[in-house]
């Protein structure tokens, strides 16, 4: 992973890379369709948010899509919001090619995330950036390890060393697109920060 080179979408759109980081990553890794964002609501997020107003009372979350890349190749990537108002991030995906697992990436990937976060925040007005980071994963209780790419126990293991506790709630995706179903087997997880706005 050290000679990763990383670019967020939104600041440097690329659709030949968002496209095939859509083919290659996200298919085979989401193939319950209604885990799967389609990707025009991606391209709408990505140009919404140049010019969007942040300071409105209901403003839009601020998307970005980081993605690690070596030479043609892509490594992994993580997809995320800032939502204004409560000052948070929410991670929505979060992933890395098959060939690049192992290596630490996801953590690399998920700092990567909460500095741009932070940055946001910070350029928002609040001192210390951005207060805490939600991110969805599927719950192990609800989904077996045949029906996953990676077991979601595992995955539950990876984020609690990251600093993530799963939220004791129930928690229901809403339906990504108008053809699809809400998702009901997923879990919230929170990582809030030590500087958190009191």
């Known amino acids: 992973v050290d000679n990763a080179l990383f ?4 600041e440097r759109f690329d659709e030949c890379m968002l496209q095939q980081f859509y083919d290659e990553l996200m298919i085979p890794n989401f193939p319950n369709p209604d885990e799967l964002e389609p990707i025009d609501n991606w391209r709408n997020m990505i140009q919404n948010a140049q010019g969007a107003d942040y300071t409105s009372e209901r403003p839009p979350p601020d998307f970005h899509l980081l993605v690690a890349m070596d030479n043609d190749n892509i490594m992994g990537g993580v997809v995320l919001e800032y939502h204004t108002r409560p000052n948070c991030g929410l ?3 979060l992933l890395v090619s098959e060939k690049y697992r192992g290596r630490g990436l996801a953590n690399i990937l998920m700092h990567a995330a909460e500095c741009t ?7 928002r007005g609040h001192k210390h950036g951005c207060d805490a980071v939600m991110l969805e994963t599927n719950s192990a209780e609800k989904v077996k390890r045949e029906d996953d790419v990676i077991d979601p126990a595992m995955r539950h293991g990876i984020f609690t060393k990251m600093g993530f506790a799963m939220a004791g709630l129930d928690y229901v995706q809403p339906a990504l697109s108008e053809d699809g179903n809400a998702c009901r087997d997923l879990l919230l997880c929170a990582y809030i920060k030590p500087n958190m706005t009191r």
């Open 7 to 10: 670019f967020d979408l939104q």
């Open 91 to 93: 991670v929505t995906y």
């Open 117 to 123: 976060l932070d940055e946001i925040g910070t350029a």
